[in-house]
């Protein structure tokens, strides 16, 4: 059975740091596409930062240079690290995993809310 639980969420001052993990059981993180997306209110869930095979990260334009993706395949473990943070990154962030080889086959957390407020 394949479960992905994320934690590291809560609220932050804009500015500030979070540091989002995600657990993997049931999947091999090489044979997956991992990443992370986001979902805020009214809006639809968007792609943040994704790790694709051979480590290289794509991230969305909003958090270049703010959020790095990274990941530890012996533990089955993704992170987010998220620095300055904004209001406007306030949303509740997701864990993917996305087969590699096979189609149609991925996976979702249950996600974690982050919130940027003063």
């Known amino acids: 059975q394949v479960q992905l639980v994320e934690s590291g969420g809560g609220l932050v001052q804009p500015g500030g740091s979070l540091r989002l993990s995600c657990v993997a059981s049931?999947?091999?993180?090489?044979?997956?596409?991992m990443g992370w997306y986001r979902q805020a209110p009214g809006k639809q869930r968007e792609v943040v930062a994704v790790?694709?095979?051979?480590?290289?990260?794509n991230y969305a334009d909003s958090v270049k240079g703010r959020f790095t993706i990274s990941g530890d395949n012996a533990k089955n473990t993704m992170f987010l690290q998220m620095n300055s943070l904004k209001p406007e990154d306030t949303a509740v962030y997701y864990c993917?995993?996305?087969?590699?080889?096979?189609?149609?086959?991925?996976?979702w957390g249950q996600g974690t809310q982050v919130t940027v407020s003063s």
């Open positions: 993917h995993a996305n087969h590699a080889l096979r189609v149609g086959v991925d996976y």
């Open positions: 049931g999947v091999d993180f090489r044979d997956y596409v």
């Open positions: 790790i694709i095979r051979g480590g290289r990260a």
